[in-house]
Nanobody, 128 residues
Framework: QVQLVESGGGLVQAGGSLRLSCAAS????????MGWFRQAPGKEREFVAA????????YYADSVKGRLTISRDNAKNTVYLQMNSLKPADTADYYC?????????????????????WGQGTQVTVSS
């Protein structure tokens, strides 16, 4: 069992930065592939980024490459999403998710159904 709690969301102007954190509890966190997803009002939940259990592998949606960076600190049971050069299109609720199978095949990382555990979300609003 893994429990996830996101923090760090807020209101920021276009071009600004935010760092989201996802604090995890549970012994199996260190073996989990972790992902960030987002959902804007009236839209489906979409994949943002994923990181392998060791941190050696990362994968990003094309829309965020070069601007958002996912990382993890297994000693602190925490995953981060550094968000730079933010755009109004990045406005959404951001969710942290965990895959207990530890798989990191790029053709399966983007599907929400592959993730077993979810946080409650944190809101990010980017003003123009």
């Amino acid at each position: 069992q893994v429990q996830l709690v996101e923090s760090g969301g807020g209101l920021v102007q276009a071009g600004g930065s935010l760092r989201l954190s996802c604090a995890a509890s549970g012994r199996t966190f260190r073996r989990c592939t972790m992902g960030w997803f987002r959902q804007a009002p009236g839209k489906e939940r979409e994949f943002v980024a994923a990181i392998s259990w060791s941190g050696a592998g990362t994968y990003y949606a094309d829309s965020v490459k070069g601007r958002l960076t996912i990382s993890r600190d297994n000693a602190k049971n925490t995953v981060y999403l550094q968000m730079n050069s933010l755009k109004p299109a990045d406005t959404a609720d951001y969710y942290c998710a965990a895959r207990s199978d530890g798989a990191f095949t790029t053709n399966s990382l983007t599907a929400p159904m592959k993730y077993d555990y979810w946080g409650q979300g944190t809101q990010v609003t980017v003003s123009s």
